[in-house]
């Protein structure tokens, strides 16, 4: 095939150059722009983290402040858009309502298109940080039945997000700062992660110059997948099962282990970390704090402990260098939040969503782009000649 290689599921290929994260999977090193995730999330907010990621350093104070004034500004939805939600069941899945809702949004922000010019594109990108919030929130309010909560500026990214979601106008909501503080944590640790599906599939539609409302809301679909963003939602489930089957974690280790059976421990095995995930082991720490707080007992974190300790002790699993991932722990931690399991994906896109952007503009903003055009291996039929149907019997 000539100069064409074959890599399924580009598992060896650099499909382009970055400068926004960087990952070592031996040794279980993430880097957001040359700052370690672990810093980040200890000491940075999402708000800091997120202009880091799109525009390559921490904001100074005076950048902060404009940013988040900016943010702030943008946090309406159009209210014609209110009345979308009116048109879905209530039994909707929630990452379908967030990817309509944002390539909606590019009806109402038509100049969203002209991604060349970089005034306009500036504008896009912070109308969507902001607007994703609301848009998630007022999903949530939808599902619950519930009436829409409208953003309050004075508030923090994630207590405005909080607020939206649990807020009711029949009485005072205090938005409790501890989990303002777990909530700031989970984004950043989900807010990039280099070339995964998502990240890539929106590198791909922003490659055709799409716009980034467009591209922003096929990179939604791709991470709601199950073997991407959707673990998190699958892991929850599993505990469930296993809970309800009365607890037996050897039965689903011995299940995951059998290549007769299509079941794969949810939350387990990662791509490219062949040693541990950095980010599992902040969120591990960020469940215990979450339950300690909100004197949560949860069988489910018991049935979680236990099947980890099972797989990593079992050759399978160690063998194969498949270790708890990011989704195994953060699924229940928004459990214990009340966000109800359906939702989960929807918060990692929140999070995702600077890592998304980040990508889109420094592919837009790169002179020697092009336009994304993987080849292939043909293994159809060769020619063949054409029966008319009249002939065909
Ligand atoms: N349970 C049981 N076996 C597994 C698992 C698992 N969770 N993950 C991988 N394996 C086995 C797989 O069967 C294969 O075995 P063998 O060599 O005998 O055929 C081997 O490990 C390698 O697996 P793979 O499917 O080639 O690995 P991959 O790099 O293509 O897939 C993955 C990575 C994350 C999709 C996969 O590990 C998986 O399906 N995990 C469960 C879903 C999950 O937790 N996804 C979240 C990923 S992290 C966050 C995110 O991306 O959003």
Redesign the pocket.
């Known amino acids: 095939t000539g100069l064409v290689t074959y890599d399924p ?1 580009l ?1 060896n290929t650099a499909a382009t150059a970055s400068a926004v994260t960087y990952l070592d999977g031996e040794q279980g090193i993430l880097r957001y722009r040359g700052y370690s995730i672990e810093d980040l999330a200890e000491g940075a907010s999402f708000v800091e983290t997120s202009y880091l990621l799109i525009y390559g350093e921490l904001p100074t104070k005076e950048q902060h402040d404009s940013f988040s004034r900016a943010l702030s500004e943008h946090s309406l939805l159009h209210e014609d858009m209110k009345r979308f939600y009116d048109g879905y069941p209530m039994t909707a899945h929630p990452m379908a309502i967030l990817s309509a809702m944002v390539n909606s949004l590019s009806t109402f922000y038509p100049e969203a298109q002209d991604s060349l010019n970089p005034v306009e594109r500036e504008r896009t990108i912070v109308r969507l940080l902001s607007k994703l919030r609301t848009i998630a929130a007022f999903a949530y309010k939808k599902l619950h039945g519930e009436p829409f909560v409208y953003p309050q500026n004075n508030l923090s990214y994630c207590a405005n997000l909080l607020h939206m979601m649990f807020a009711l106008p029949t009485e005072p909501y205090e938005v409790d700062e501890d989990l303002v503080q777990v909530l700031n944590q989970l984004l950043i640790l ?1 807010a990039d ?1 280099e070339q ?3 990240t890539h599939t929106v590198r791909t539609v922003g490659s055709a110059q799409t716009n980034l409302f467009a591209s922003i809301s096929a990179g939604i679909n791709a ?1 709601w997948g ?7 939602q ?2 929850v489930e599993m505990l469930e099962e296993i809970h309800a089957d009365g607890g037996d974690v050897r039965k689903y280790i011995e299940l ?2 059998d ?1 007769n059976s299509s ?11 062949k040693n541990y ?1 950095p980010r599992a082991r902040i969120i591990k720490d960020a469940a215990y704090r979450v339950f300690d707080k909100l004197g949560i007992h949860d069988p489910l974190l018991e049935i979680a402990l236990k099947l980890e300790e099972t ?1 990593l002790s079992d050759s ?2 160690t063998d ?3 270790y708890p ?4 722990y953060s699924g229940l931690i928004y459990r214990a939040m009340g966000i109800p399991t359906n939702f989960f994906t929807v918060m ?1 896109s929140l999070g995702r969503l600077p890592g998304w952007i980040a990508h889109w503009k420094e592919q837009i903003e790169d002179p020697s782009r092009r336009i994304t055009r993987p080849r292939q291996l043909y293994t159809g039929p060769e020619a063949r000649t054409f029966v008319p149907l009249s002939e065909r019997g």
């Open positions: 599921a598992a989900h992660h995964n599906c998502s991470l199950v073997l991407h963003g959707g673990a998190n699958a892991v995951a282990k290549k079941f794969r421990l949810m939350g387990f095995g990662h791509r490219v970390y995930d797989a399978y699993f194969r260098k498949l991932n990011v989704d195994f990692f």
